[in-house]
Nanobody, 130 residues
């Protein structure tokens, strides 16, 4: 069973940058290669929404349209770590950010469908002030 821990959140002024990390422990490289990994966020009173996803086996990436160009998802397979580089942050980016793994193999996963992900870990708070 994969265990996920998101770190790197904090407070930043609008226009600033943050890098989030998600450590994915457990499982073999061969097992992880079957999945997508994603970043999600949830602000108070809002539904959880997709930020970005990446296919572990070949680094194919997917982004929420509104965030494309500001956020970059990447991974390091050698240590099972997922990253989210966030640039040009806006106050509306304020939320708790989570990482998760797709429930099934990549070929049965809709990359930007929240319900296709599970194994949610503890999120990290990102606060952007104007």
């Amino acid at each position: 069973q994969v265990q996920l821990v998101a770190t790197g959140g904090g407070s930043v002024q609008a226009g600033g940058s943050l890098t989030l990390s998600c450590t994915a422990s457990g499982g073999s490289g061969g097992t992880f290669s079957r999945y997508l990994m994603g970043w999600f966020r949830q602000a108070p009173g809002n539904e959880r929404e997709i930020v970005a996803a990446i296919r572990w086996t070949d680094d194919r990436t997917y982004y929420a349209e509104a965030l494309k160009g500001r956020f970059t998802i990447s991974k390091d397979s050698s240590n099972n770590t997922l990253y989210l580089q966030m640039d040009s942050l806006k106050p509306e980016d304020t939320a708790v950010y989570y990482c998760a793994r797709s429930l099934g193999s990549w070929y049965v996963t809709t990359p930007l469908r929240v319900d296709d992900y599970g194994s949610w870990g503890q999120g990290t708070q990102v606060t952007v002030s104007s």
